[in-house]
């Protein structure tokens, strides 16, 4: 059976202070859970936030990063520098990227690549706008997106991959996919990679959702069949609301 997966995408948020307040109150809030939990910072948190972890079951991740070990890209940071000081996880491909930051699925592919290269454990998200949902091609955009990420990525490489489906118009507006919606959708992802690497690697993928979740749906999304968890934006800033999200099932 595939664990429950639940990983806080702080985005631009907290300053260090607002870190070390946050990292008092919250392990002790999900230190009995059997739930996988991650926490996605900012980089000027990242060094602080690993230390902070210590001793307890979180695991720290960013949000980004380049695809190339060094060189003049003035304000990247690099996977071997995430390696280096202990980084766990890497969201890669975030709509907000794709959207602000001209992030391409060719970029997206060379990310993972080299988180892979890093022994990083990369967050691969994938979503449909609105106006897409709206003309009945979700199914065709997220598969694409898959497809387009996953070249000449191993089958040995997917299997540590987590995928995140986040449907865009759902996120940051408090609009939630339904949970069959949703479903659905991470249903077809894991079909496409049952399709790509098998039915044996398909059933053993991470597949998240994202997309507006709190602690007042938590349950009813992770309880479907194929959804190992999720992505959590603003509702992983307050310790006590994200706790409630990673102990949905107490």
Not at 74 to 80: A, C, H, L, M, R
Not at 147 to 157: F, G, M, R
Not at 229 to 242: N, Q, W
């Amino acid at each position: 059976m595939r664990k429950k997966v639940i990983a806080g995408n702080w985005k631009m948020n907290k300053s260090p202070a607002e870190v070390e307040a946050f990292m008092k109150e919250f392990p002790k809030l999900v230190e009995n859970t059997k739930n996988e939990v991650i926490l996605c910072v900012p980089f000027v948190d990242v060094a602080l936030a690993l230390e902070l972890a210590k001793d307890t079951n979180i695991k720290i991740g960013v949000q980004n990063m380049h695809f190339k070990d060094s060189g003049a890209y003035t304000g990247e940071v690099s996977p071997k520098m995430l390696e280096d000081i202990g980084v766990d996880y890497v969201i890669i491909g975030h709509s907000e990227r794709r959207e602000y930051f001209n992030e391409t699925d060719d970029s997206v592919n060379q990310k993972l690549k080299a988180a892979f290269s890093h022994h990083l454990n990369p967050i691969l998200c994938v979503g449909e706008t609105l106006e897409q949902r709206e003309n009945g091609i979700t199914k065709e955009w997220i598969v694409d997106q898959v497809k387009k990420a996953l070249a000449d990525i191993t089958a040995e490489q997917v299997e540590k991959l987590i995928i995140a489906y986040e449907p865009i118009w759902a996120i940051g507006t408090g609009k939630t996919a339904t949970a069959e919606e949703a479903n659905e959708a991470i249903h077809w992802i894991r079909e496409e990679i049952g399709s790509l690497y098998g039915e044996e690697v398909a059933q053993k993928i991470i597949l998240q959702y994202g997309g507006s979740v709190k602690s007042s749906n938590a349950n009813e999304l992770f309880s479907m069949p194929d959804i190992d968890g999720g992505l959590v934006g603003g509702a992983s800033l307050e310790a006590v609301e994200f706790s409630k999200i990673v102990n949905y099932d107490k």
